[in-house]
């Protein structure tokens, strides 16, 4: 009973907004590990985070139809962008967890994947809290 308990709390907690501990600094800290591929490069230019070009500006990224910016996506992701998603923070920390899960369980394709092989499996929260802060 006791196990049955606890179980169930746990899934309550996990139902809850995945934001409510996000934390914009400990976001900046985390986001080191995606500026290998990432970088945050303002509309006017200025540059926030230097990174790398292999994966998209993430400048914005909250609020933004996903797929939608000058990059060369893969199919899967503008297929996602084609049913009209706008990235918010939920979406953003459940697609950094396994990008490739999160497109095939949005597309409804199970051959979907992503070009984006990092999982951000902790943290996801404080990064996505990060992204909204740089664009605002």
Request: proline share 2%; charged share 25%.
């Amino acid at each position: 009973m006791r196990l049955l308990l606890s179980a169930a709390l746990a899934a309550a907690a996990l139902a809850g907004p995945a934001l409510a501990d996000g934390d914009a600094a400990k976001g900046e800290n985390e986001f080191k590990k995606c500026k290998a591929c990432h970088e945050i490069v303002a509309d006017d230019g200025t540059e926030i985070m230097k990174g790398g070009k292999t994966g998209p500006n993430l400048y914005g990224v909250i609020g933004r139809a996903v797929g939608s910016t000058d990059f060369n996506y893969g199919d899967s992701i503008k297929a996602a962008g084609e049913q009209g998603l706008v990235w918010d923070e939920e979406m953003l920390v459940a697609y950094l967890a396994d990008p490739k899960a999160w497109l095939q369980e949005v597309t409804g394709d199970a051959a979907a994947k992503s070009k984006m092989t990092f999982k951000l499996t902790k943290g996801g929260e404080d990064v996505a809290a990060y992204l909204a802060s740089v664009a605002q």
